[in-house]
C-alpha cells in the first residue's frame, strides 16, 4: 500500500493533482481511512501503480465535452429542465459599473 505522496512519486504526476483524483473518487481502488477530527488519509494498493503510469489508464483532464455533459443531463432525468434552459435567451451583462450606477440614481434624485 502507498500513500498518495509516494504514488504522485511513482506515476509521476505532481501531489496536488493525484489528492484531487483521490477526493473526486477517480481512482476506485484507493482506500480511504479517517483520523481523529477532520483528518482523512488515502492508501493505495502498489498494484495500481502499472495502471496508472500509462496516460491512457489516467482519469481524464478538463469539463466534459458538451455531448457528454447532455447525455448526463439525460440520465439524470433532467431532460425537460435541460430543454427549457437553452430555449431561454440568455441576460446580457450591464456595461455600467456599480459607480456609475450610483451617480445616476443620485441625478435622478437631484432632478425630480
Given at each position: ?28 481502488e ?10 482523512i488519509?488515502y492508501l ?9 503510469k500509462?496516460a491512457?489508464n ?55
Amino acid at each position: 500500500m502507498l500513500t498518495a505522496k509516494k504514488f504522485a512519486g511513482e506515476i509521476g504526476k505532481p501531489y496536488s493533482t493525484v489528492a484531487l483524483w483521490l477526493k473526486d473518487n477517480r481512482i476506485p481502488e484507493a482506500e480511504r481511512h479517517e483520523l481523529e477530527g477532520d483528518k482523512i488519509f488515502y492508501l493505495i494498493p502498489a498494484a495500481v501503480v502499472e495502471k496508472y503510469k500509462s496516460a491512457s489508464n489516467q482519469p481524464k483532464r478538463g469539463r466534459p465535452k458538451a455531448a457528454e455533459a447532455q447525455v448526463g443531463a439525460a440520465t439524470a432525468g433532467g431532460t425537460a429542465a435541460a430543454d427549457e434552459a437553452e430555449s431561454k435567451p440568455k441576460r446580457r451583462a450591464s456595461n455600467r459599473t456599480a459607480a456609475k450606477k450610483a451617480l445616476k440614481k443620485m441625478a435622478k434624485k437631484t432632478k425630480g
